[in-house]
């Protein structure tokens, strides 16, 4: 999606720069930009959606954790971090996305629980995760959306406890 959204960005890119001869050109190429860019703004994924992403692998992230599939944990612990990035690729100059630097300590100590596969630090960096989540929404006026540790796990099917 995110290749996408960049190919038509460049794309209108070069049918601006290739236009320069006459005026008329010009105006047809800025109106072609401007085309193109609602058509990006179209189809990219609302702030909202990719928070969504970041939920179901917030309540991912507690069930492999919890039982102690460290490798699951890390790839969820990364996957949030990637929809972090998606939004402020996305969503450079929203007031919401420059407080999402608050998570990176956060996601700093849960890597270290992870990597140090002890689950009490884990339970006590994910809830650290969950309360900054919420520190952030009631800083942005979305203190209606509360966000707890699951009870149950987001996909019935995904094995998240490891056999040995």
């Known amino acids: 999606m995110l290749s996408l959204l960049l190919c038509l960005n460049f794309s209108a890119m070069a049918i601006y ?14 109106a072609q930009v401007k085309k193109l860019q609602k058509e990006i703004d179209h189809i990219k994924p609302g702030f909202g959606d990719v ?48 407080d999402l630097s608050m998570l990176e300590p956060v996601l700093d100590s849960l890597d270290a629980a992870i990597k140090a596969k002890q689950v009490e630090k884990f339970k006590k960096s994910f809830t650290l995760l969950t309360n900054t989540c ?11 959306n509360v966000i707890t540790i699951p009870k149950q796990p987001p996909v019935p099917n995904q094995k998240f406890k490891v056999e040995n």
């Open 17 to 30: 720069s290739c236009s320069e001869s006459e005026k008329d050109s010009d105006e047809a190429s800025v």
């Open 51 to 98: 928070m969504l992403g970041i939920q179901t692998h917030h309540a991912k992230l507690w069930f492999a954790g919890v039982n102690k599939n460290w490798e699951l944990s890390d790839f969820e612990m990364h996957e949030i971090e990637e929809n972090v990035e998606q939004i402020k690729e996305l969503y450079p100059k929203d007031k919401r996305t420059a």
């Open 134 to 144: 919420n520190e952030c929404h009631q800083k942005n006026g979305y203190e209606f």
